[in-house]
């Protein structure tokens, strides 16, 4: 049986009575007299000799650009300080390009028209005009939640009109209701949704109605779907009567009509220092999230974006407010962002005090915003209204890494307490950012560059360690080649290049995105569009912390050969000029080789359904050969470190790191020639993160078709 799910996004102010709690403590808030200082800072650490970890940063090695909506925050109706004048000025000042409204559930109860949410508690002054003009002072784009709960696509089309035509705000980013999957229909219910069909089907159908509504009024809009997060309840659940799960049932409804999807993450975890680890699953299942999109919208994928529409790390409703939550926001938001997100958006700009716990030698208030609400837990009272918590510092600090229009690239570190991010400028510049999850140790970092010459020189350092109040400036404290960075730290280097190297020095602009023209076990074949300069081109594919040059040419087509049968491989484009000076990066483009197209075996894998960390799969093997086999051994290996097998039938099981051995029971039917029969088996799974499936089966070491 699956676990009891947690749904994530529940701890901010729900339906019901805690709602009538927040609009008794907005009285209250003037009656607070005495505050819990916030900015009590942890004695620092005694002195201590750092361990040395090597960060490799690779220059060539594009992830993506930065977008002028890149990073978000959620705003909420029920928050009475949602629009008070410092917000603008604070979202600014932490480069805060999209604003999310009208906060989570509330959506799909909110009533635009009337600014009414029947059943829970609006805030006076955060009515949609209110909430665009904070958005334009903040110099930030808006990210709307059309009413899907208790809604009509009537009702959103008319929200379009007023936004865009009457009022003339341009807002493009329409998402179809929250947390849809939380109506009820896998068991536990958090969002209201009064359809009669609570389906991921009848979610897809009502999509289809809204975006043709919504595009009537103004064609440019965006229109999101919602969808779950793989390997987070309740994704792969098959609802009775169900055909697949909620991603696979409303893909393959609506993969074509939408523009974007959106997904949550929270990570929980006992504490904030677990929920940092698992910062490392976000690339994996937002892989699975692409390679959904892959399988269903096929070559329209490449045009749907991946939003991550709320994020925080929810671990129990406390250890929110407290440094480690500071990291988080800054590792998670940038590795979002380098996995193929677009738009991520912090849960949320204020919230309300919970659970009081200290967390480095801080009072940590339980509250999910990023700003102080001015709320209370008995008698532990949050600072002044709008006072940032660590959060906001880690947002902020994004800003000192890279600006809208900048190129994310590689970076690896070879401590895993260790996470660094890299953005090359637009100027040619390069950032780094350093984050240091041990809070008892510091770190000396070598500095290692791949593509990339820094200038002789000290870099400029921003950094936001214990007993900072603000991001403070450290220029000094390091070279182009070294530093020495703070337990519980973030760490900013902006390095400039060496005279005559770079991008900056190139006469050849950056390639456009390459695209897959065809792929086979063996082979894929890329194209690209012609970049301004360019005299030639060279094709790197992504190893490690290293990018290796896997091909050039003079044109823009290439042909990648002799590649292993369902592999997975991340390659980009770089011009060069007439005098060999190599441009900036091309946005990457991820592909995986196929199966053999024949073989003389074929295998089938099916996950049958799942529960967010478990699932249930099925397999059958067919020898298409000349001779029985009797007796077989089938291999694979999962493409996700967090997968394994726990118990499986019809066969016998063995796994040994990734890899997973399947051998024929004692006394098992020979596997006749020919296809004549197969052999059918299955397992239960456990998965901490992503659920992909295997990508290469062998049957008695043969290269099997695989489906």
């Known amino acids: 049986m699956p676990p009891s799910p947690t749904p994530s996004g529940r701890s901010r102010a729900p339906l019901g009575r805690p ?97 009414s949410a029947p059943g829970g508690y609006v805030a006076p002054g955060t009515g949609f005009d209110d909430f665009m003009k904070t958005v334009r002072t903040a110099g930030a784009q808006p990210v709307i939640i059309a009413n899907y709960g208790t809604g ?9 009109r007023y936004a865009n035509v009457t009022k003339g705000y341009g807002a ?78 409303v893909l393959a409804a609506v993969a074509h009509d939408v523009d974007f999807v959106s997904v ?58 407290g440094r480690p939550n500071g990291l988080f926001a800054a590792d998670a938001m940038m590795t979002a962002l380098e996995n193929g997100v677009t738009n991520v958006d912090w849960w949320d700009t204020h919230n309300a005090a919970g659970q009081i716990t200290t967390v480095d030698g801080e009072t940590d208030y339980g509250d999910m915003g990023m700003l102080s609400s001015a709320t209370c837990t008995g008698e532990v009272c949050e600072p002044a209204a709008n006072t940032p918590f660590h959060p906001y510092y880690g947002m902020k600090m994004l800003t000192a890494l890279g600006a809208t229009g900048d190129t994310m690239v590689g970076a690896s570190a070879t401590d895993p307490q260790v996470s660094v991010h890299a953005v090359q400028h637009r100027n040619g510049d390069l950032g780094v950012l350093v984050v240091n999850k041990d809070p008892g140790a510091s770190r000396e970092v070598d500095l290692h560059f791949d593509g990339f010459t820094p200038a002789a020189g000290a870099p400029q350092v921003t950094r936001y360690a214990r007993g900072d109040t603000d991001l403070t400036d450290a220029t000094g404290s390091a070279t182009a080649s070294r ?44 194209s690209w569009p012609a970049a301004a300069g360019a005299a030639r081109y060279e094709v790197y594919e992504k190893a490690g912390g290293h990018s290796q040059l896997v091909a050039e040419t003079d044109g823009t ?31 990457p483009l991820t592909f995986t080789t196929t199966s053999p197209r024949t073989s003389t075996c074929a295998v089938t894998y099916h996950v ?23 007796g077989w051994t089938l291999d694979f290996d999962w493409p996700s470190g967090g997968q394994s097998v726990s118990s499986g039938w019809n066969a016998v099981f063995s796994q040994s790191g990734s890899h997973v051995r399947v051998t024929s029971q004692a006394g098992a039917p020979v596997l006749a020639a020919h296809g004549a029969s197969t052999a059918t088996f299955g397992f239960t799974g456990a998965n901490d993160g992503a659920n992909p499936a295997p990508t290469a089966v062998r049957l008695n070491g043969t290269l099997c078709t695989l489906s």
């Open 483 to 526: 530093v020495t960075v703070a337990p519980y730290s973030l760490t900013t280097l902006t390095l400039h290049p060496q005279a005559g190297t770079g991008p900056a020095a190139s006469k050849a602009q950056a390639p456009g995105t390459p695209r897959l023209d065809a792929a086979t076990d063996t082979t894929a074949t890329l």
């Open 608 to 630: 049958d359904n799942g529960w967010g960390n478990g699932f249930v799969a099925s397999m059958t093997a067919t020898n298409l050969g000349d001779t029985p086999l009797d």
């Open 152 to 160: 009509t696509p009537q009702e959103a089309a008319d929200w379009v």
């Open 264 to 321: 949550h993450w929270y990570p929980g975890g006992d504490d904030a220092d677990a929920a940092l680890t698992k910062v490392a699953q976000l690339p994996g299942e937002l892989r699975e999230v692409r390679a959904q999109l892959d399988r269903y919208a096929g070559a329209h994928s490449r045009d749907v974006e991946i939003t991550m529409t709320e994020v925080n790390t929810n671990t129990g409703g406390s250890r929110l407010t």
């Open 19 to 115: 709602a009538r709690r927040l609009a008794g403590l907005v009285t209250a808030l003037a009656a607070v007299l005495a505050v819990a200082p916030f900015a009590q800072a942890a004695p620092q650490a005694a002195a201590d000799t750092p361990s040395g970890v090597d960060v490799t940063v690779d220059a060539r090695g594009s992830l993506s650009t930065l977008s002028g909506a890149a990073r978000g925050v959620n705003a909420a109706i029920w928050d009475p300080h949602m629009n008070d004048p410092e917000v603008a000025s604070l979202m600014k000042d932490a480069g805060v390009g999209a604003m999310r409204y009208p906060g989570g559930s509330y959506a799909d109860i909110y009533h635009w028209k009337d600014h």
């Open 172 to 249: 493009r980013y329409w998402e179809i209701g929250n947390e849809i999957y939380g109506n009820g229909h896998y068991g536990s219910g958090w969002e209201s949704d009064t359809h009669a069909d609570l389906s991921p089907a009848e979610y897809a159908r009502q999509v289809k109605a809204y975006a043709t509504a919504m595009r009537a009024v103004d064609p440019n809009v965006r229109i999101g779907a919602v969808l779950t997060m793989p390997g987070n309840w309740p994704d792969g659940v098959v609802g009775s009567g169900d055909e697949g799960d909620w991603n696979h049932v």
């Open 557 to 587: 087509t290439a042909t990648l050969r002799n590649l292993p049968a369902g592999s997975t491989h991340a390659v980009d484009v770089l011009a060069a000029d007439s005098a060999g000076r190599l441009s900036a990066p091309s946005d």
